[in-house]
């Protein structure tokens, strides 16, 4: 069964770093796609960068130049590595990937979710 577990998130002050990590498990063929997306209490779901399936990267506005996404094909993980936060970044975060299963069933995927909070 693949899965997506993130890890990373965390309590920082505004101006502060946090790295996001997210490893895909499970019996992958392939993963196509893959970014994070995050939502704030009373928001929708957003993207805030992604690798599109021809390695092209895509960035919110609110936080490119702060943002950056990087991937690990051989490891099947991405990571967004956050500089410069602030109290606006504030959100559960979410790893989201499309996989193609070893048994050639492709399907788009969810992580449970890492909180951050970025204290004024």
């Known amino acids: 069964q693949v899965q997506l577990v993130e890890s990373g998130g965390g309590l920082v002050q505004a101006g502060g770093s946090l790295r996001l990590s997210c490893a895909a498990s499970g019996t992958i063929f392939s993963i196509n796609a893959m970014g994070w997306y995050r939502q704030a209490p009373g928001k929708q779901r957003e993207l805030v960068a992604s690798?599109?399936?021809?390695?092209?990267?895509n960035y919110a506005d609110s936080v490119s130049g702060r943002f950056t996404i990087s991937r690990d094909n051989a490891k099947n993980t991405v990571s967004l590595q956050m500089n410069s936060l602030k109290p606006e970044d504030t959100a559960v975060y979410y790893c989201?990937?499309?996989?193609?299963?070893?048994?050639?069933?492709?399907?788009?995927?969810w992580g449970q979710g890492t909180r951050v909070t970025v204290s004024s």
């Open positions: 690798f599109t399936s021809g390695g092209r990267t």
């Open positions: 989201n990937a499309d996989i193609i299963s070893a048994s050639f069933f492709k399907n788009q995927y």
